[in-house]
């Protein structure tokens, strides 16, 4: 293939850390529109859910919730459709990955907050005792801990989509996670702002998860 002069341009600077020592040359970094999973049977529960074995459908509401999210993003173009283990999150992305003909790829590091022997007890109960997921309680997950998979997460997602546009299927606090960490930030869920099931919104990470030379935005 003949090489356009833009093809041929030298790759320009599209991030710099404060440091000044490191800049980044190259395509631009990955759109993420992320979806929260339609409502499940444990939302109609009112439990908290973290272990992928615990089998929650998606409910009849849920259902429609996952048709019109993928006729919602009929238009958008994307390379790939990334879920939890979670069958509440592949039942979500089920529409949209027929409609893009993209095969679903799961990642147990986008699951729900490991809730340890607390699993199964009602959600409210959970943030309580837990202090809204900042300290652990019988083998609970943490905000700290669901940082640092996430983090590895998005580290992995950055390089392999580099500029661009991948859906991840997730849960409210999984989803409000990974934009904190995306911006280099903790993981505080007294921040995020509540998502309803089958919503879906985009961020572009533009930066990378981690400075190579000074190490800033490593430390989540």
Same mark, same amino acid.
């Given at each position: 293939?003949? *090489?356009?002069?833009?093809?041929? =341009?030298?790759?320009?600077?599209?991030?710099?850390?404060? #440091?000044?020592?490191? +800049?980044?040359?190259?395509?631009?970094?990955?759109?993420?529109?992320?979806?929260?999973?339609?409502?499940?049977?444990? +939302?109609?529960?009112? @439990? @908290?859910?973290?272990?992928? *074995? *615990?089998?929650?459908?998606?409910t009849p509401k849920g259902k429609k919730q996952a048709k019109? $999210? /993928?006729?919602? $993003?009929?238009?958008k173009k994307m390379v790939a459709i990334i879920t939890s283990?979670?069958?509440?999150?592949?039942?979500? %992305? %089920?529409?949209? =990955?027929?409609?893009?003909?993209?095969?679903?790829?799961?990642?147990? &590091?986008?699951?729900?907050?490991?809730?340890?022997?607390?699993?199964?007890?009602?959600?409210?109960?959970?943030?309580?005792?837990? +202090?809204?997921?900042?300290?652990?309680?019988?083998?609970?997950?943490?905000? =700290?801990?669901?940082?640092? &998979?996430?983090?590895?997460? $998005?580290?992995?997602? @950055?390089?392999?989509?580099?500029?661009?546009?991948? /859906?991840?299927?997730?849960?409210?606090?999984?989803?409000?996670?990974?934009?904190?960490?995306?911006?280099?930030?903790?993981?505080?869920?007294?921040?995020?702002?509540?998502?309803?099931?089958? @919503?879906?919104?985009?961020?572009?990470?533009?930066?990378?998860? #981690?400075?190579?030379? #000074?190490?800033?935005?490593? /430390?989540?």
């Amino acid at each position: 293939m003949i *090489k356009t002069k833009a093809q041929e =341009a030298k790759p320009t600077v599209y991030w710099h850390c404060d #440091c000044g020592k490191t +800049n980044i040359k190259g395509r631009q970094k990955i759109k993420v529109i992320a979806m929260r999973h339609g409502e499940s049977e444990h +939302n109609t529960l009112g @439990v @908290v859910n973290g272990d992928p *074995k *615990k089998i929650f459908h998606l409910t009849p509401k849920g259902k429609k919730q996952a048709k019109h $999210l /993928a006729k919602k $993003l009929s238009s958008k173009k994307m390379v790939a459709i990334i879920t939890s283990e979670m069958l509440r999150t592949q039942e979500t %992305a %089920a529409p949209l =990955a027929k409609l893009k003909a993209i095969g679903i790829q799961t990642d147990k &590091r986008l699951n729900d907050i490991g809730a340890g022997r607390l699993e199964g007890i009602p959600i409210l109960e959970f943030r309580k005792l837990t +202090n809204n997921i900042k300290k652990s309680v019988k083998g609970s997950e943490t905000n =700290a801990d669901l940082g640092k &998979r996430l983090k590895s997460f $998005l580290q992995d997602l @950055v390089d392999c989509y580099s500029g661009q546009t991948v /859906a991840i299927v997730s849960s409210e606090i999984v989803l409000h996670a990974l934009w904190q960490v995306s911006l280099g930030q903790p993981c505080d869920e007294d921040l995020g702002e509540h998502l309803h099931n089958g @919503v879906a919104y985009e961020f572009i990470i533009n930066s990378p998860i #981690c400075c190579p030379s #000074c190490g800033d935005r490593c /430390a989540i």
